[in-house]
């Protein structure tokens, strides 16, 4: 069965510096993920997508996240923290390609930039 | 460019209840979901239809009834309130299978 998990529930970090929040996913086919990003009482917006192409990912807002099978990892980075990147961000893992149509979400990493 | 519209915003329900969420998309898009959001919890899959007409269960449907008569809207109904659906109800649609979601703004339901 396919799982995610993120591994920190909260991150602060300083506007500026560098943020990385972490996923690791299981699954048993080659996965496509996702991460989103949720501000308070919003909805949530699609950030960036692997599918099987490059491992590299490049999303909105200087985001990218690497997809490393060995490690079964896809962690989310950006170079410089923003004030506006405070939010919720969930790393979402789907199900293999069966027409289940099913995306399993992570609990959740809420991001503090502090001034 | 409405995207994905849910309606109500915040609903106060008594247990025992009954009330349709409303969500409608403007995208054309095939796939429709509806989850909830609990604390600590990240989002539960409650229904999903892949068209008009098709409709399945996610992993906690029970409680919850939906219909998908049109491609643009994808009502969710609960038949009965309690507590436990105390959440906030997002609807998602996406144009494929792989290509990732739409969200709407989402309804905060409270059943006392």
């Known amino acids: 069965a396919q799982s995610v998990t993120q591994l920190d529930s909260h991150v602060s970090v300083s506007e500026g510096t560098p943020v990385l929040l972490r996923c690791n996913y299981s699954?048993?086919?080659?996965?496509?993920l996702f991460w989103y990003v949720q501000h308070p009482n919003k909805g949530l917006q699609l950030l960036l997508k692997?599918?099987?192409?490059?491992?590299l990912v490049k999303g909105i807002n200087g985001f990218e996240a690497e997809f490393k099978k060995s490690e079964t990892s896809f962690h989310l980075t950006k170079p410089s923290a923003h004030m506006s990147d405070a939010a919720e961000y969930f790393c979402v893992v789907s199900d293999p390609p069966s027409g289940t149509y099913k995306y399993i979400f992570g609990t959740g990493t809420r991001l503090k930039v502090l001034a | 460019n409405a995207g994905v519209t849910q309606t109500p915003k915040f609903q106060v329900l008594k247990t025992g209840q009954s009330m349709t969420l409303q969500c409608a998309q403007d995208?054309?898009?095939?796939?429709m979901s509806w989850y909830r959001q609990d604390p600590g919890m990240g989002l539960r899959l409650i229904h999903y239809s892949v068209g008009a007409g098709i409709t399945d269960q996610g992993e906690v449907p029970n409680g919850y009834n939906v219909s998908r008569s049109t491609t643009e809207d994808f009502p969710l109904r609960l038949l009965s309130a309690a507590p436990s659906q105390t959440s906030v109800y997002f609807c998602?649609?996406?144009?494929?299978?792989?290509?990732?979601?739409?969200f709407g703004s989402g309804t905060r339901l409270t059943v006392v």
């Open positions: 692997y599918t099987s192409a490059a491992t």
């Open positions: 995208m054309n898009h095939e796939y």
């Open positions: 998602a649609s996406s144009p494929g299978l792989w290509t990732g979601y739409t």
């Open positions: 699954s048993s086919y080659s996965p496509s």
